[in-house]
């Protein structure tokens, strides 16, 4: 089964920048479209950025100008960059995949669906 798992996050000042990682594990075929989502404690998760397999981005408005998808699929990762990031920025950022398609050693494929990693904690403050 494929796993996610972020990295990058940690404490950063207002206008500071950070990276986080997103590195996928598994019999991998191919990843479908990639998403980031951050969620803060009594607040609902929501959707910070997509990026599909040719690469096309999306952003939620309060991150545009400042945020930047990507992704390596001949590494299985998925990347987001945060520059001149804010207090509001601070939250558990997950990494999801819509789909990945897998294989085993007989050769059989399937899809995974929904699949997301444990989190990573970005904090901005002074």
């Known amino acids: 089964q494929v796993q996610l798992v972020e990295s990058g996050g940690g404490l950063v000042q207002p206008g500071g920048s950070l990276r986080l990682s997103c590195a996928a594990s598994?019999?991998?075929?191919?990843?479908?479209?990639m998403g980031w989502y951050r969620q803060a404690p009594g607040k609902q998760r929501e959707l910070v950025a997509t990026?599909?397999?040719?690469?096309?981005?999306n952003y939620v408005d309060s991150v545009k100008g400042r945020f930047t998808i990507s992704r390596d699929n001949a590494k299985n990762t998925v990347y987001l960059q945060m520059n001149s990031l804010k207090p509001e920025d601070t939250a558990v950022y997950y990494c999801?995949?819509?789909?990945?398609?897998?294989?085993?050693?007989?050769?059989?494929?399937?899809?995974?669906?929904?699949?997301w990693g444990q989190g990573t904690q970005v904090t901005v403050s002074s």
């Open positions: 999801n995949a819509d789909r990945a398609l897998v294989a085993g050693v007989g050769g059989l494929r399937r899809y995974e669906y929904d699949i």
């Open positions: 598994g019999i991998i075929v191919s990843l479908g479209t």
């Open positions: 990026i599909v397999h040719a690469a096309s981005t």
